[in-house]
């Protein structure tokens, strides 16, 4: 074996903390959606940021490669050993290291998932906000700059993180950001790593911005005759300044979908989904309005869910739609994609795909967060069938290529990873060789994650 | 001259737009506070983002410093041509470029001011919200990161800026970001900009998210006996999700400043000036709880500026304070710090700020931004009495120390400038070293705004 003598190194660090058993290489080498198993030589499980330091000081005396891994939830392949070498699991570096009610932050370690936080703040009246709807690690969300359904109330993770600790590829250890609401201070490292896809350090520790907990939540349904009246009404509703927590977009195949899937019975046609949180009365005024500006454009079967599981009940269905659209068609596997365009263009971008897919040979169901301009379609293909493929492929490469051509961006949400490389240089241009100009500086050997986001030799 | 060829050159690309007049000179060689005057050897006023390139690639062949000028707002000096060389002055680079009301956005030139953008915008039923108080440029304003008084609602220029457009060391231009709401695709290029205090590039253009202007707007002011029982008040309003559009603290000596500059007649004391946005039910629902929370504070002499004419001549009160606390010892400069610590720090930092002026020779009134942990000390002293000026250093210096030693930043809003340099290392650590990384893999030749920020060799 060529990284031997790295692995023997990280040994005596790890001891039986570095894995190198069939199942783990299997497990650390897929992703959950279409690309091929690529399996690390290894997997380290550290237990503190002077352990990943070590680590990141072997692999750089080595030119081994590094991935990081939390939880597995990375829908474009981004945490695949695609050259092979380290996969760094922070399973063992998942606690809450300090909650601080009255600055509402939290210190947590990478590998602690979003439900695993707020499972440990439910009785502290806070919460955090983001939600992409799968339980991701925090070290991935901030790793992929992953956002969901509540970023049009309480932005990304972006906005969510005041500061980390990143141990750079020397191994350096470095600390970005304080628990001070804001700070001018120089450069905004924080800003830099979130979304930096594990390629220029690993996250070994977070401090989040918690929200209160809502004293009242209102959440509703309403129908639409098509998508773009229902974006007449979102951007209505923005422009109002009603402050919504959730507003969810899914057409009529997804609804399709989640009725089999959830035994629920939405009319066949495109639906909005939104949730309100305030005081009593202030969430009662949003509604009255947000039912006004919804009757105004032609919304129909509006309806509240006003008891907790009747809510939860909504969302849950609205997090298994992809479960659900997964299932409407066994055997398949599927490229989720992700755009996000300014709200004008909305309506056009999903419009437009729209009549691609009614075009295709395949399935695609669309839903997206239509307050930030964002949105998926679930191209639904059978992997062992060259032609779906193909007609999936297609399909994303349009989407992109149309977001781009109306001023949006490739990726809202999900990232670069494997999926999206091949339009960096045509949604940055020459800012794509500043982000390499960047990565060469920081990562001199190229060894934080290679393959991914930057120009490849 | 050792600069001439380059000037020759530069003036081949401006014409009569390359001044070299002794008052031009001065005039950007001057700073709003303490620093001394260290005047550039030309301003370059371009018109266009092609001859910002071509001078950026004029001055990278010569070697000749390039700073950026807005609208000479800074309090720490960002602006001063401490090395020579060419100030770019963006007075003709000033227009609003677009507003597209759907997206909620401006892309406009960064010598337009925010009062300037705001005015434009008037009609449209959106405004601006970031306030520092100065009418500063909005370039200057993303190359400081700045904030002010609605950060606590709105964020700041991390939040309030979309995109750019740079003009890097070597001339190439770069456009970071989109109009839409959010991407996850590569590193955050806009956000790294933001705050580099024109060390990484050269702002010629900035997408703005904007908000609606809203329906009902309530301000009031009330007393404390201590700064401890206000923080404790906005600490459980911020918990209670109460959202403040402004809170803002000032002490009894700036209260007595602000009686004597404006005629008004508040008690002596520390006050809370805050502002709700929302619709008018909302307003009221906000402006009751908030009284409550203040009754059971301590709180007294809670009265709302209910006419819009009385909540302009409040915050133009809060505004002038700088000004009024000039006025109120004639002759005098002023060194204005600027510390942010987290909240649950805030009463203690002002508290232990508050003795050390007790103890000091000079005056040092103090008001701040409340709900971002932000404040300042306008610290008062005769340029020309040694003794002042070495009290005013030694209580700026003891503010940052303090900030840092509570899990704060040197500062929450002004920038780094000439004033803050000395503290990076400490606060920083390794941090800065990768500062120092990223603007030489960035301005190899260190022709950006020398002297300031980074390491000095």
Redesign the interface.
């Known amino acids: 074996m060529p990284h031997d003598a790295a692995l023997a190194a990280l040994e005596t660090v790890l001891g039986d903390r570095l894995s190198r058993s069939k199942p783990d290489l299997e497990a650390h080498g897929t992703s959950e959606t279409h690309f091929p198993p690529t399996p690390p030589d290894a997997v380290a499980y550290p237990e503190t940021t002077e352990e990943v330091s070590r680590i990141m000081a072997i692999c750089t005396d080595h030119g081994l490669p590094v991935v990081g891994w939390g939880a597995g939830t990375s829908l474009e392949g981004h945490a695949l050993a695609v050259q092979g070498g380290l996969c760094v699991d922070f399973a063992r570096m998942a606690r809450v290291v300090e909650v ?6 939290a210190r947590v370690q990478p590998g602690l998932t979003r439900e695993g936080l707020n499972a440990e703040l439910r009785a502290t ?1 806070l919460f955090f906000p983001v939600d992409p709807g799968a339980n991701a690690s925090l070290g991935g969300m901030a790793s ?4 969901g359904t509540t ?1 049009v109330r309480y ?2 993770m ?2 969510a993180v005041l500061a980390l600790e990143v141990v ?1 590829a020397d191994g ?5 950001g ?12 924080t ?2 790593m ?3 896809e594990g390629t ?1 350090g690993l996250i070994t520790e977070l401090t989040l911005r918690l ?2 907990q ?2 009242a939540i209102g959440a509703a349904t309403c129908a639409f005759e098509t998508i773009d009246t229902a974006v007449e009404a979102v ?1 209505e509703t ?4 009603l ?1 919504m927590a959730r507003i969810e977009f899914v057409d009529a195949a997804t609804v399709a979908a989640v009725n089999a899937h959830s035994k629920a019975d939405f009319p066949a046609r495109p639906h909005l989904m939104v949730e309100f ?3 009593p ?2 969430v009662a ?1 949003q509604a009255e ?1 947000f039912g006004e500006i919804v009757a105004e454009h032609g919304g129909t079967g509006f309806a509240w869910a006003d008891r907790p599981e009747d809510r939860s009940r909504l969302w849950r269905m609205r997090h298994q739609a992809y479960w659900a659209i997964l299932a409407a068609r066994p055997g398949t596997t599927a490229i989720v994609t ?1 755009v ?5 263009a909305l309506a056009r971008a999903v419009a437009e795909t729209q009549a691609d897919i009614a075009a295709a040979p395949i399935p695609a169901p669309i839903l997206g967060h239509v ?4 949105f998926h379609a679930i191209l639904l293909m059978d992997p062992d069938a060259p032609a779906e493929r193909a007609a999936a492929e297609e399909l994303s490469r349009r989407m992109a290529e149309r ?1 781009l051509r109306l ?10 990873g494997m999926g ?1 490389l091949r ?2 240089a045509a ?9 390499g ?2 990565k ?3 990562d001199p050997q190229g060894i934080l994650n290679p393959g991914k ?1 930057l120009q490849q030799d």
Chains 1, 2 share one sequence.
């Open positions: 601080r009610d009255t600055d509402m932050v009246g992929t700059r992953a956002s970023a932005g990304t972006r906005d750079l350096r250890v470095i600390r970005t304080s628990a001070a609401p804001k700070s001018s201070a120089g450069y905004d490292l800003a830099l979130i979304g930096s220029l929200q209160g809502p004293e951007t923005i422009q109002t300044g402050p949180h305030g005081t009365a202030g005024e309005r992700d996000c365009v300014p709200i004008s307050g930030d301009g964002n977001a001023g949006g961006t490739v990726t809202g949400e999900h990232g670069i999206k339009y960096m949604e940055h241009g020459a800012g794509w060789e500043v982000m100009t960047l060469q500086a920081l986001m």
